[in-house]
């Protein structure tokens, strides 16, 4: 699921139409182009008419969405003859997988450009998306990523809101509901309650917070976004500060200390992981998990399991926060690669517009994305979607995705799974003060190194 010096045009009144997504689950758009690459270095911009003869390679971001893709790609091959492939990294890999595959002499034609390092690092591989036929079907701008001279580098194909999963069911059985549920004081109480009954009641109040690779992002990502939402003091970041102030770790804490101190796993079990979250909810092992909209459809697929899940804001004890709403925004943003033929850019737009336009297509994508930001795509159907609209709609705020700013990403969360491990192993004020130092000092420290 970044590094930072350009005009991001993500501002919080934009985010709040949406919604919602997300990280992928990955986090990792951003890495250096390859060095030497040996694919075509055409220029040009996108034809916007004719048939196409060339081919699609799209590589894919989001693991959960594979099977689905195969299956358009296979009916959009069928229809038109085009090729369309379809590589889909593994969770946590998309910078290493993007870097090789785009030294390759038939490099992928559809790529990631998700957050501000993304664009910084990749912009010279991009087509500039301004006025193409893919971009004029969108509904909204607000998902766009540009660069600093106004090249629009890649587009939102989805949005994602992330939260606190909740499973309504399990908390009804525990002798609670969601109404009780307003703040930080509330969900703490419930949570400690279930969590000191976890033997007669069966089941636990969060999942496990495993710290590895396959988890680790929940927290030194989303969870982060406490942090980084409320520094920003209501003024949306448009680029990433050069320091943070850390003054909002506090609220950060309450909401890190009450997961893992009443879950599935002893905290001290978390930084090897294996422990499997997202089978943990939806085999009615736990009633929270902090998750994401993704886990709607797709392999995760919490629909079957547990079809009336909803989700909670990351409520951490912050004054007002009886009227915060879920967090919003994307990491899953289109761009064409401007150094493949002309014919590959022709058939990888074409592809696209259909994509987004034809009934069934759309359909298929939608409901394992969630929600795509486009005039004719399908309507959504992800309740945990509809629970974020529904918050805005009740005059709560979104908390925007302030943690696509973190600067160096790979590096700095780094540095913050190792203080939060010696913390998860013995949480005395010492090793808090590390991941404060983690976080803050670590900012400084990687926003230097990128700029």
């Excluded at 055409?42 to 004719?50: D, H, I, K, N, Q």
């Excluded at 699609?56 to 009916?75: C, G, H, I, R, T």
């Excluded at 979607?385 to 918050?391: F, G, I, K, S, T």
Aim: hydrophobic share 35%.
């Amino acid at each position: 699921m970044s590094k930072k010096l350009f005009a991001l045009v993500l501002s919080l009144s934009m985010v709040m139409t949406m919604l919602l997504a997300g990280c992928s689950t990955q986090n990792d758009n951003a890495s250096t182009p390859p060095e030497g690459s040996d694919a075509p270095t055409t220029e040009s911009t996108a034809p916007t008419g004719g048939d196409a003869e060339g081919r699609v390679y799209w590589l894919n971001f989001k693991p959960e969405s594979d099977q689905v893709l195969n299956d358009v790609a296979k009916m959009y091959t069928e229809k038109t003859g085009v090729p369309v492939k379809i590589v889909t990294a593994a969770s946590g890999t998309y910078s290493q997988t993007l870097n090789a595959e785009m030294s390759k002499s038939e490099a992928p034609t559809i790529f990631n450009v998700g957050n501000a390092a993304g664009v910084r690092d990749w912009t010279d591989y991009a087509l500039d998306l301004n006025g193409t036929p893919i971009a004029n079907e969108l509904n909204t701008d607000a998902y766009n990523l540009y660069d600093e001279t106004g090249k629009l580098v890649s587009i939102g194909y989805c949005y994602e809101c992330f939260g606190i999963i909740v499973n309504p069911d399990l908390l009804e059985q525990a002798g609670h509901s969601l109404d009780e549920i307003k703040n930080f004081e509330t969900l703490k109480a419930v949570v400690e309650d279930i969590h000191s009954r976890a033997g007669e009641l069966g089941f636990d109040a969060f999942t496990s917070c495993d710290m590895d690779g396959s988890s680790s992002w929940r927290f030194t990502g989303h969870l982060a976004n406490v942090e980084y939402y409320y520094e920003q003091e209501g003024a949306p970041w448009t680029e990433a500060p050069a320091t943070l102030s850390g003054k909002y770790m506090e609220y950060f804490k309450n909401l890190y200390d009450l997961c893992i101190n009443n879950s599935l796993s002893d905290p001290k079990d978390l930084s090897v992981g294996g422990h499997d979250p997202d089978n943990e909810f939806k085999s009615g092992k736990a009633v929270f998990q902090p998750q994401g909209s993704w886990t709607y459809g797709g392999d995760t697929n919490y629909v079957g399991s547990v079809p009336n899940a909803t989700m909670i804001p990351y409520y951490c004890g912050m004054e007002g926060e009886e009227k915060a709403g879920l967090n919003c925004g994307t990491e899953n943003c289109w761009a064409i690669n401007s150094k493949v033929s002309e014919a590959d850019q022709q058939a990888t737009m074409e592809f696209m517009v259909w994509c987004v336009t034809d009934p069934e297509a759309s359909r298929m994508l939608v409901d394992t994305f969630g929600v795509m930001p486009y005039k004719n795509a399908a309507e959504s159907t992800n309740s945990f979607l509809a629970a974020a609209n529904e918050y805005s709609n009740n005059g709560c705020y979104v908390m925007n995705w302030a943690f696509n700013y973190q600067p160096n990403v790979d590096e700095l969360r780094a540095g913050m799974v190792s203080a939060l491990n010696a913390y998860n192993a013995d949480q005395s004020d010492a090793n808090w003060e590390s991941v404060c130092t983690a976080f803050v000092d670590g900012w400084a420290a990687q926003y230097a190194a990128v700029n």
